[in-house]
């Protein structure tokens, strides 16, 4: 089975390079130089490949789930006739278990869900097939209706587990799609990527900019980030310390998150980004400060936190005080 979200992330950054390259502004560079050309005209035929691929491959739990709902649906309508038919029965006999057994609104079967409503139909069922003949003078098509009302039930459940036909056919488009991938990947790592580095001395903003799209961003964590400011007690800030996002071990998964990192510039504030979510410590570090940790925070998928960092300064590189100089000389 493949990493659909990764495999998505991978197909956007080479269609981000395949704009970048044939844009306005680049397309001169791109057509100057055959080879990239050449190779370039090549991965656009092999992100189309992939991009239809990944369509079949939705298509076919979709195609599954739009089918499944018309027949849920097609049951409630066949259901609901039914079962208002021998209600009717049960209110003039006064038969209070028919009644119980029968009753339902239309908007609590469209509600229902599949396996729910299966169990529903099934009852009604079995309670209406000793006295369909006694509902023709409520409803004189009630028989056809109660046919139709069975061939829905039996449509339904058939549909409740997913054919291994198509379960099948899912994970081949799902090894062909990796195995496309994976050679694509293999291509702009070795033919793209090579030329453009080595035209970087002739085009130094094309290579620079083609670098810059070929960044594959996990769509887990590219929004997520911190907008921090480092300052002392009185608000002036420190310069060139580092703000990390700790490292972060994931209790579901068990799967542990690397720490990233960043530099405060001048106004002692920095933003670090593209980090995995979750309950994460922020460590306040670097020359002349004295660490300090502050946190957790919560980051959720395409969250970000703007915090302003109190922290102290370590005194350890003070010069030493005339006083205290007189005395050592004493």
């Not at 656009?44 to 079949?56: E, R, V, W």
């Not at 291994?164 to 195995?179: A, H, M, N, V, Y």
């Not at 020359?287 to 919560?298: C, H, L, N, R």
Request: net charge positive; glycine share 6%; charged share 20%.
């Amino acid at each position: 089975m493949i990493n659909k979200k990764f495999t998505v992330a991978q197909l956007l950054m080479i269609k981000r390079v395949l704009e970048f390259v044939f844009g306005p502004s680049q397309s001169g560079i791109t057509n100057s130089i055959p080879n990239l050309l050449a190779v370039l005209n090549s991965l656009t035929n092999k992100s189309n490949s992939i991009t239809t691929l990944l369509a079949q491959y939705d298509a076919i739990i979709t195609g599954y789930a739009a089918y499944k709902k018309q027949a849920r649906l097609n049951l409630v309508t066949s259901g609901y006739t039914v079962m208002r038919a021998a209600y009717a029965l049960a209110v003039d006999n006064n038969d209070n278990v028919l009644k119980e057994k029968v009753k339902g609104s239309l908007g609590r079967l469209k509600v229902a869900g599949c396996v729910k409503l299966s169990n529903l139909m099934t009852d009604v069922v079995t309670v209406v097939t000793p006295i369909v003949n006694d509902l023709v003078p409520y409803n004189p098509n009630i028989v056809t209706q109660f046919d139709d009302m069975q061939d829905n039930l039996t449509t339904l459940n058939s549909l409740l587990v997913i054919p291994q036909s198509l379960i099948k056919l899912r994970k081949d488009i799902g090894k062909q799609i990796k195995t496309e991938m994976s050679t694509t990947m293999k291509f702009v790592r070795n033919s793209i990527d090579s030329i453009v580095a080595s035209n970087m001395t002739t085009y130094p903003q094309y290579a620079s900019g083609y670098f810059t799209q070929r960044e594959i961003i996990n769509p887990n964590d590219r929004h997520n980030r911190i907008n921090a400011t480092v300052q002392n007690e009185v608000g002036e800030p420190f310069i060139d310390v580092q703000v990390t996002v700790m490292e972060y071990l994931d209790p579901n998964t068990g799967k542990t998150y690397p720490a990233v990192t960043g530099n405060t510039g001048i106004n002692g504030q920095v933003t670090v980004r593209k980090f995995w979510p979750g309950n994460r410590m922020i460590k306040i570090s670097g020359p002349g400060i004295i660490t300090k940790e502050f946190g957790p925070y919560y980051f959720h998928s395409g969250h970000e936190v703007t915090k302003v960092f109190i922290v102290q300064p370590d005194f350890n590189n003070l010069p030493q005080s005339t006083e205290k100089k007189e005395k050592v000389n004493k």
